[in-house]
């Protein structure tokens, strides 16, 4: 019998494809001419990924063979694969170990599952406090947590920001902001970061999103809001191109792109809750964290190539936290990459990480977690391991920690 997860997979079959040496620039048009998912642009000696439909594979080899492009078939069927992740998840939740009050870090928990779990810390410590950013297009509460010894009331102290599943398909890194509240709230083992930092913690950023891709169509990535078309039949917007810097520059105007950037700068709820919460903060906010999958890279700004100021201390601070993640990750694991979005991943536009830098937040990065099977060229790379999810949380959360003393140590309010 057919999941509904595998829905769309088996009414047409879905190829995927590496590229070699085709321009960023092609890509981008190739893209909005065929509509095609782009999972990864291509950088020197890293060839690009794409997401082909079927029923256009003929044509989109037509295309890229005309301008001399050398690409690869990885993946004739993204159906089995999709079955086999489903088939781990499912066996591996049977075993689920839940401990009372916790949530455990061998599945990957659902939006109503993740909710009832904040609500239930709230209710037993006194540092921690469930704050609603808004509501989806579809109606899901957008929640997140506050993490205070002091209520936020003190003003002397820095906050750090964390947030997952802007996309909604990186599920992966859900158990990296949910581990982090474990640590900071149940398991915690480094007081001096609960004591001196208030926190900010949104795991579910896209629940509309989220939810789709478990029910429907595992590689969802945008939101589910309509309007953008007259006829309704595209629907969402890729959330992090609809981030108020640069907007529109490299992205898609179409609605039916994976990467359509929507009708204008926070035209979605989702963006707006983002925003909300940083500008509340900016004052005090000094670490924004974007946590994505795939790559094992973390990126800083700006999209267009251009460093920020304090492009150097952002790089340095990015470095450490590499290694700090490096040090204690799986041996199979390939060791972390760390640069400018823009020289060593692709030029972006209306990214969340560089609408937080470009308001004065001084550190903001994208944390791309490492695939699947370290395939990271590969279709699957997105996928979940069982075995992982821990310890995707445990060795994240090792380098959050070192940002965060960088914080304490550099914060603006200690410089004065």
């Known amino acids: ?49 794409v997401l082909v439909p079927g029923p256009i594979r003929e044509r989109f080899e037509a295309e890229v063979a005309a301008i001399g492009v050398q690409y690869e078939l990885q993946v004739e069927n993204v159906k089995e694969i999709v079955e086999l992740e489903e088939k781990l998840l499912t066996i591996a939740a049977f075993r689920s170990s839940n401990r009372p009050g916790r949530l455990s870090f061998d599945k990957i928990h659902r939006y109503t599952e993740v909710n009832a779990y904040l609500d239930d810390l709230a209710e037993k410590y006194d540092t921690v406090t469930v704050v609603s950013a808004g509501r989806s297009f579809e109606g899901r509460d957008i929640r997140y947590l506050k993490i205070s010894t002091t209520n936020f009331q003190d003003t002397n102290k820095p906050v750090i920001m964390l947030q997952s599943l802007l996309h909604a398909r990186e599920w992966v890194t859900l158990p990296v902001t949910l581990y982090a509240i474990e640590k900071l709230v149940i398991d915690i083992t480094d007081r001096d ?71 204008g700068p926070f035209s979605e709820p989702e963006s707006q809750a983002v925003r909300n919460i940083v500008l509340e903060h900016i004052s005090r906010m000094e670490l924004f964290l974007d946590i994505h999958s795939y790559g094992s890279i973390i990126l800083y700004g700006y999209g267009d190539g251009i460093l920020p100021p304090n492009g150097l201390t952002i790089n340095l601070v990015g470095v450490r936290m590499a290694q700090a993640i490096d040090a204690v990750k799986w041996p199979s694991k390939p060791n972390y990459r760390v640069g400018n979005i823009g020289l060593t991943f692709a030029n972006v536009s209306g990214t969340a990480m560089d609408y937080v830098q470009g308001i004065g937040v001084p550190l903001s990065y994208i944390h791309e977690m490492p695939a699947h099977n370290n395939e990271n060229n590969s279709l699957t790379g997105t996928l979940v391991d069982p075995e992982y999810i821990e310890q995707a949380g445990y060795e994240t959360w090792e380098g959050i920690k070192v940002g965060a003393r960088w914080v304490l140590q550099n914060a603006r309010r200690r410089k004065h």
Not at 1 to 29: D, G, I, W
Not at 225 to 253: A, E, K, M, P, Q
């Open 193 to 263: 970061l609960v004591d001196n930092i208030d926190w900010i913690i949104l795991p579910i950023v896209n629940p509309d999103g989220y939810e789709f891709s478990h029910e429907h169509i595992r590689f969802w990535r945008k939101t589910r809001s309509t309007g953008h078309t007259i006829t309704n039949l595209c629907v969402g917007v890729d959330l992090n191109r609809n981030f108020g810097y640069n907007f529109g520059l490299w992205s898609s105007d179409i609605a039916c792109s994976e990467a359509y950037h929507g009708k």
């Open 1 to 49: 019998m057919t999941t509904p997860l595998c829905e769309q997979y088996t009414k047409e079959m879905m190829n995927k494809f590496k590229l070699r040496r085709l321009s960023n620039h092609r890509v981008y048009a190739l893209e909005n001419e065929l509509l095609l998912d782009v999972w990864s642009y291509a950088a020197p000696s890293i060839p690009g990924l």
